[in-house]
């Protein structure tokens, strides 16, 4: 006890000037563990880099070797008469590398001409080994124009909000109503049900799949929105977990004074819980438009031969089965990038409520 | 409404509580069945129909031609197993992905959760942020997305590796490298499993640690001795979501391959796919039910396996669950 309270005047500075040090030490450290995480991040988040530069550039560039990282297009140079010819920098005998337009291309010897000058220059070796001169910073916008015109982008958008607007509505109604159920009143065995709904959750889609597919379409509802939003209005276990958790939290007293108060059970859910549970709810609704958005098995087989009702997804798998395999790979990833601006705006908007929703559902179990 | 009232009297005395309480249980009836109607209709009876129909030929094109053909589809199954067709080549496919996938993601999402969990980061939010997002990202998406990133030529991760002298595979190209490829693309899906890690982590005491360092324990004790198991149930159930998730594998592979075969070589021919293509190309609803079957077999081996152990390494805090 002594020893402690009574540090010897060496012992005491040499602890204030360790601490100092420690301050410094711990400043550094601070910055090393921030840039080495920014720099991970950076590396995390490269292919969409990847995808937002390929989709303003053209393909002329995609193949070509060198090509700068930004949008560019190759150079060329118009000649007194009329003609263009491509520029290539092209490194000449005496070492320097010079800009010169490429007249007539040869395996050995190839003719450039000197832009400054217009005089014809002989050039030996071969000229697809060169690299073309590229232009500053040209993205090529009009690669969105193309892709909405082919994947006729405002149908796949408007079926797509369709489908998850409606599917949102019947998936936080029903999961509101069920959860309620949940929490607030006795009923027997309500504890195995709770479980058995959890125990939903691990089942492959696949073993459910076939039937339901057979049985939509003996009641005429392949081809149509139908399959893709009437099951969500049947309570999912993931929102019903959630919202549960979060009634649970809920004071009992408020439902008490309204019950009192001769509210019924409707009339306090209504008025009693669900305005205390919005940022439950905003979870539920975000998790079900982004499902929405995301599915694709359900709109591939109930959809299928029907372009008209077709969903992103599956417009924009189409569109990538068709232009990947031809070379323009550009085309794909200005599609892609226009298939993701919706739920990643949303995302970045709500991505509070929706974080804490994932936390919720994945741990308190 | 006989039964009704013999229940009443076993849960609860006196009648005027009994009704209430009779009423209470109606109303909550009432408030679940949506769920209960939905886990008879589109869950419950579908079940049972496709293990009826994995005893059948059903073809969806021709409902007339329905015969029972006893175990004729599993038979065909362990046939294709045993000779390495399509059911063993794409269980082989599944499991090998299962194998690498499942460790690695949550290997890297435990890390980055540990990582964005120092007291010593400025801007975790963000971070977060930036590393959950690709979640958000539709599957068609994000495969595309990769397809490009990962081209053998034109890709970035290919001209990086030029740039500082290594060879780069053409990962979708190769049969050798398209699942490592997908396995890098399931990498960008981590951001659940990752802030589900993060919470447990944050719910970890803080004295805990204090008593490892108390008794000399260095990083290393503080995560053996005190992270692991006080995150060993967010643990568990990351890893059960992994499992379920491979077994439901399908848009990345149908993306990289419309053809259903898996290319290149085969080599990205999930369980799926082989489902998808029996069941809607070739209309074998029946033998697709024997494969969702057996899908489901596998998953819940590899549940109970999970849950059995479990008692073994997951630890509950509380010791109330």
């Known amino acids: 006890m002594t020893g402690e309270a009574v540090p010897l005047p060496l012992a005491a500075s040499r602890q204030g000037r360790s601490k100092r040090a420690r301050g410094i030490w711990s400043g550094f450290s601070r910055l090393g563990v921030t840039l080495f995480t920014a720099s991970l991040a950076m590396i995390f988040l490269l292919p969409l880099g990847y995808m937002v530069l390929t989709s303003i550039k053209d393909n002329s560039q995609i193949t070509a070797l060198n090509a700068p990282l930004w949008p560019a297009s190759p150079q060329t140079f118009t000649a007194a008469d009329g003609q263009v010819f491509p520029l290539y920098q092209v490194p000449l005998e005496t070492g320097a590398v010079q800009n010169l337009a490429l007249k007539t291309p040869g395996r050995i010897v190839s003719v450039f001409i000197d832009p400054a000058t217009g005089q014809e220059i002989q050039w030996k070796g071969n000229w697809r080994g060169l690299s073309p001169v590229w232009s500053g910073i040209e993205p090529k916008l009009d690669n969105f124009t193309t892709v909405l015109n082919t994947l006729n982008f405002p149908l796949l958008l408007k079926n797509t909000l369709i489908v998850a607007i409606l599917g949102t509505i019947g998936a936080v109604v029903s999961a509101v109503v069920v959860a309620y159920g949940f929490a607030r009143f006795r009923i027997p065995g309500r504890n195995g049900l709770f479980l058995l709904m959890i125990m939903t959750i691990m089942l492959p889609f696949q073993v459910l799949l076939i039937p339901q597919y057979i049985g939509f379409r003996a009641i005429g509802w392949t081809g149509t929105w139908l399959p893709l939003i009437v099951p969500h209005f049947f309570a999912n276990a993931y929102n019903v977990f959630l919202l549960r958790q979060y009634f649970l939290t809920l004071p009992r007293e408020l439902d008490q004074a309204a019950q009192v108060d001769g509210a019924s059970p409707l009339q306090i859910l209504w008025s009693v819980i669900v305005p205390q549970s919005w940022p439950a709810i905003v979870a539920v609704a975000l998790f079900h438009f982004f499902f929405s958005w995301n599915d694709f098995f359900a709109p591939l087989v109930y959809l299928s031969g029907k372009p008209e009702l077709a969903t992103m997804t599956v417009g924009l798998q189409a569109f990538s089965a068709t232009y990947a395999a031809s070379g323009t790979g550009y085309l794909t990833q200005a599609a892609a990038l226009m298939a993701i601006v919706v739920p990643v705006a949303i995302f970045f908007v709500a991505q509070r409520a929706f974080m804490r929703g994932v936390v919720i559902s994945g741990v308190e179990k | ?321």
């Not at chain 2, 009779?22 to 293990?51: D, K, M, N, Q």
């Not at chain 2, 595979?169 to 802030?195: E, H, K, R, S, T």
């Not at chain 2, 059960?240 to 491979?246: K, M, W």
């Not at chain 2, 609803?285 to 073994?312: C, H």
């Open chain 2, 1 to 321: 409404m006989v039964i009704v009232d013999d229940r009443e009297k076993t849960y609860v005395p006196t009648p005027r509580k009994g009704s209430l309480a009779r009423r209470e249980t109606l109303w909550g009836l009432l408030f679940l069945s949506p769920w209960l109607i939905g886990l008879v209709v589109f869950t419950a009876l579908p079940i049972l129909a496709s293990l009826a129909l994995s005893f059948t030929n059903f073809n969806i094109i021709d409902p007339g031609g329905l015969r029972f053909v006893g175990l004729d589809n599993y038979i065909r199954m362990w046939t294709e197993l045993v000779t390495n067709q399509a059911v063993g080549q794409s269980l082989g496919v599944t499991f090998r992905f299962a194998l690498m996938s499942v460790p690695l993601g949550i290997g890297l999402a435990l890390g980055l959760a540990i990582l964005l969990h120092q007291k010593l980061l400025a801007g975790k939010a963000l971070f977060r942020t930036l590393f959950f997002m690709p979640v958000l990202i539709p599957l068609v998406a994000s495969t595309i997305v990769w397809q490009g990133f990962l081209n053998g030529s034109t890709g970035w991760l290919a001209q990086i590796l030029h740039a500082i002298g290594l060879p780069a595979p053409d990962w979708f190209q190769d049969p050798a490298w398209a699942l490592p490829g997908l396995v890098l693309l399931g990498i960008w899906g981590i951001g659940n499993m990752m802030l589900i890690f993060l919470a447990g982590l944050q719910s970890v005491p803080t004295e805990l640690y204090e008593a490892v360092k108390v008794d000399g324990g260095g990083p290393w004790a503080r995560f053996r001795n005190v992270t692991l198991p006080m995150i060993s149930p967010v643990l568990f159930y990351n890893i059960l979501i992994g499992i379920i998730a491979v077994a439901q594998y399908f848009t990345q592979a149908y993306t990289l391959d419309p053809q259903g075969n898996g290319r290149p070589g085969g080599s990205t021919f999930f369980f799926n796919l082989n489902l998808y293509k029996e069941g809607w190309t070739y209309n074998n609803m029946g033998y697709a039910s024997a494969l969702a079957w057996v899908m489901l077999a596998i998953v819940v081996v590899a549940a109970l396996v999970l849950f059995r152990t479990s008692a073994r390494w997951v630890f509950y805090a509380g010791g109330d669950k």
